[in-house]
């Protein structure tokens, strides 16, 4: 069934067909996702309670923390409950302003996480190169206007993404073979030509992601050249230690992001089946992870995770 607009035409829905090539397994593949979205939502919940709750982590690290844990439960609750009803109920409809929905959230909140891995950058730079200095640097008032920075970036950049799909004519085969609406698997399916739509993504891909690995990139350089120029060896461990998890978070990102990008364009001779997990990994494996990363390494939100269990023991 199709649906007509002033300029276009559309199908009223898609179908995803989940993890092609696995549909024997979908059942069981399910549970290892479902505990890893309850992993994600828990932990994310609990970081922004803890930081909301202890005043004494209102600071400009951990706001960049909330907005991390803020963002990953925006990413990973846009695709995850539609890829476990498909798994376990094989409800694999979504409506087609459902599906353009998904798309706009998936790229603009990855495209809000690595601008707040930048931002996470930048902070550690400050406050290992200018410890003196940290607090005037970034006051509250420059936190608020880099986040929301971010935010508009993300959300100006991929709008046009939607705006411009919702424009064209679609072919008759409405299947996408993957378990979510991903831009570049929508674009594949509209019969004409697609090449601005090829131009753009691959503008916001490196105007984005490019502008913030290079900022990352200095940052790192220059806090690794003010930690060796330390005198004390146990103060250059506990520099390294600062930094060590948010290297973590940024290669739990880009790394499997950076593959699904460049097998979408490049990379046919990748199996779909490899392609389609990297997929679900690079949307649920950074939700997941982020929480448990800074929970575990970050001394101040262990400790008061651990009073918070204490105190409601019997």
Not at 83 to 110: D, G, K, N, P
Not at 289 to 304: A, C, E, F, S
Request: proline share 5%.
């Amino acid at each position: 069934m199709w649906a007509s607009g002033n300029s276009s035409s559309h199908p009223v829905s898609f179908i995803l067909l989940g993890i092609p090539g696995l549909e024997a397994a979908h059942f069981w593949i399910a549970f290892p996702f479902c505990v890893m979205y309850v992993v994600a939502v828990t932990g994310n919940i609990t970081i922004l309670h803890v930081i909301r709750t202890d005043h004494t982590l209102h600071q400009p690290m951990y706001f960049f923390l909330a907005m991390l844990a803020l963002t990953d439960l925006v990413l990973s609750s846009s695709t995850q409950p539609k890829m476990l009803a498909i798994l376990w109920f094989h409800t694999r409809e979504i409506e087609y302003h459902a599906c353009l929905t998904q798309v706009f959230f998936i790229h603009a909140f990855s495209s809000v996480e690595s601008g707040v891995l930048m931002a996470m950058a930048l902070d550690r730079y400050v406050a290992i190169c200018f410890p003196l200095r940290h607090s005037s640097i970034l006051t509250t008032s420059v936190v608020i206007k880099l986040g929301a920075a971010v935010m508009m970036r993300g959300l100006l950049w991929v709008s046009p993404f939607c705006f411009m799909i919702s424009r064209m004519p679609f072919c008759p085969n409405k299947v996408i073979p993957q378990s979510y609406c991903e831009h570049m698997a929508v674009l594949k399916l509209v019969c004409a030509d697609t090449s601005v739509n090829h131009a753009y993504g691959l503008f916001v891909a490196f105007s984005v992601v490019g502008f913030d690995i290079i900022v990352i990139g200095i940052s790192y350089v220059m806090i690794l050249r003010a930690v060796l120029q330390l005198p004390s060896g146990e103060a250059r461990l506990k520099a390294f230690g600062t930094c060590g998890s948010h290297i973590c978070v940024i290669l739990a990102l880009y790394v499997p992001a950076l593959f699904t990008f460049l097998t979408h364009r490049f990379g046919h001779q990748v199996p779909r089946v490899v392609h389609i997990m990297f997929a679900n990994v690079y949307l649920l494996v950074p939700p997941m992870l982020n929480p448990i990363i800074y929970g575990v390494r970050t001394k101040q939100i262990r400790d008061r995770v651990v009073r918070g269990f204490c105190s409601n023991e019997p």
